[in-house]
């Protein structure tokens, strides 16, 4: 078990990042897609992202499940943070999903690291 010193102290020479700091990296980068998906959805459509918005034939059910897997983190976040500011959820369920969105992120990281080391 890493202590805490070890894994904070600078990298020097040929060490490797912790792997607290490539979990970080990974929740961030997988925060950052997916804000830009439901962003990008939202700029083209003209209404916000939902979770298995069901759309209409084949093409728009596999859209909205690609949307949901990959922009889901962003689309948690804004719906607590709306909840929040209308008052309609507490500190605990927000928590909840704000701890959700944050390992959704994670997953969705890991994947488009994955990616870009396979190619």
Do not use: D
Not at 68 to 78: A, E, K, T, W, Y
Request: glycine share 10%; hydrophobic share 55%.
């Amino acid at each position: 078990m890493a202590i805490v010193s070890e894994v904070n102290k600078p990298l020097t020479g040929g060490e490797t990042v912790s792997t607290l700091g490539v979990f970080a990296y990974c929740a961030a980068m997988g925060f950052v897609a997916a804000a830009t998906i439901s962003t990008f959805y939202q700029w083209v459509t003209s209404e916000r992202a939902e979770l298995f918005a069901m759309r209409q034939g084949f093409f728009g059910l596999g859209l909205a499940v690609v949307i949901s897997m990959f922009g889901g983190p962003f689309i948690v976040v804004q719906k607590v943070v709306t909840g929040l500011r209308a008052h309609e959820i507490s500190a605990v369920p927000a928590a909840l999903g704000i701890i959700v969105a944050g390992m959704w992120s994670v997953c969705v990281g890991i994947f488009y690291v994955h990616l870009l080391v396979s190619a």
